[in-house]
């Protein structure tokens, strides 16, 4: 892995972190699983017009080892309890209990900003796009704003009113490393981690996975594309209809906004490779060529995991 590439993906990480509106929020919302994390909560503005007098942070599981920062003209009171679990700490220490809450009490006028700074540590038990939720609540002379909405599965965060501020984690080095090695750009376009399943014998179908971030200014679309080994490659979209999982062809394509990361996975969006001549084999590399709107062709290379592989086996698709 180059340096470059390195970087790329810290800041493709900062993007998805980036605050759509002028929200309570983490000041660097992208971190590393199995170190230590300092968190830099933003307070914008206010309730309103009004001053806020007190901003209390809840702090998820996982996120331990927990201390605020002092902060010149402000009181810090903190609430400590037991852990659901033991987590693994630095230097084979253990930890199963600490600050569970956070509150500064002070006055910050609505035209001015400020940050609320603690340390913590990300234990290696906590999982890469498991995001960390810390809910909080801005109390302000008149008034208080809660910022807790969690997005629900496949939900943007952005149409939310008062989201909780968010952290996104991301695996290890080496685990980031093996994600990069299948990493493509093209124009604004970054792909990574496609993958598929082996396939049982004379299964026709296979599901096809990745994310695609666009860090351009233009939407763009991923509308299908082509492989040697069958006819063509569709986009589909999953979802739960009555109680029943349906699939259906994304005839104009999925859009990817500006900005946005697009995750394909088991269960949601996914491509899917139609009339298979030959079946998949686990380890080996399936050639295709995906087709953007505005992108043009572009060719990846989808690693073969296990038929069982996170999620529904792509025999099992209903078409
Ligand atoms: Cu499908």
């Known amino acids: 892995m ?12 900062a993007a998805l972190s980036a605050p759509a509106s002028a929200h309570v929020f983490l000041q660097s919302g992208a971190a590393t699983i199995g170190g230590s994390y300092r968190a830099v909560l933003a307070v914008p503005h206010g309730c309103g ?21 002092p902060k010149p003209g402000w009181t810090i009171a ?12 630095m230097h084979g220490m253990k930890a199963s209990e600490g600050v ?22 990300l234990p290696a038990a906590l999982k890469a796009d498991v995001p960390l939720y810390l809910p909080t609540l801005q109390t302000c002379e008149s008034g208080s704003e809660s910022w ?3 997005p629900a599965a496949g939900q943007d965060s952005h149409s939310l009113k008062s989201p909780a501020p968010v952290l996104r984690l991301a695996a290890s080095n080496v685990d980031a490393m093996a994600q990069m090695a299948g990493m493509v750009h093209a124009g604004d376009l970054m792909i990574m981690a496609p993958w598929t399943r082996a396939t049982p014998p004379g299964a026709k179908i296979a599901g096809g996975y990745l994310t695609v971030t666009n860090n351009g200014k233009q939407s763009d679309r991923l509308l299908g594309g082509s492989f040697a080994g069958g ?9 739960m209809t009555d109680g029943v ?14 900005g946005e990361t697009v995750k394909l996975e088991p269960g949601g969006f996914h491509l899917m490779l139609l009339d298979l001549s030959k079946s998949f084999a686990q380890g080996e590399k399936v050639k ?17 995991n296990a038929v069982g592989a996170a999620g529904p086996a792509a025999g099992g698709h209903a078409h």
Do not use: C
């Open 49 to 69: 017009p009004s001053a806020t007098t007190k901003v209390t942070v809840t702090i998820p599981e996982g996120m331990i080892a927990v201390k605020p920062m």
């Open 231 to 239: 006819s063509r490659i569709e986009v589909h979209e999953m979802s």
């Open 245 to 258: 999982m349906k699939m259906r062809p994304l005839n104009d394509g999925l859009e990817i906004k500006p």
């Open 148 to 150: 807790a909405e969690i």
């Open 2 to 13: 180059t340096h470059r590439s390195m970087l790329t993906l810290v800041a493709a990480l």
């Open 288 to 304: 295709v060529q995906l087709q953007f709107e505005k992108a043009g062709k572009v060719d990846i290379e989808l690693d073969v």
């Open 100 to 121: 569970q809450e956070i509150s500064w009490t002070g006055k910050l006028d609505n035209d001015f900003y400020d940050e609320f700074v603690f340390s913590s540590y």
């Open 78 to 89: 903190t609430k400590k309890g037991a852990y659901a679990k033991s987590y693994d700490f």
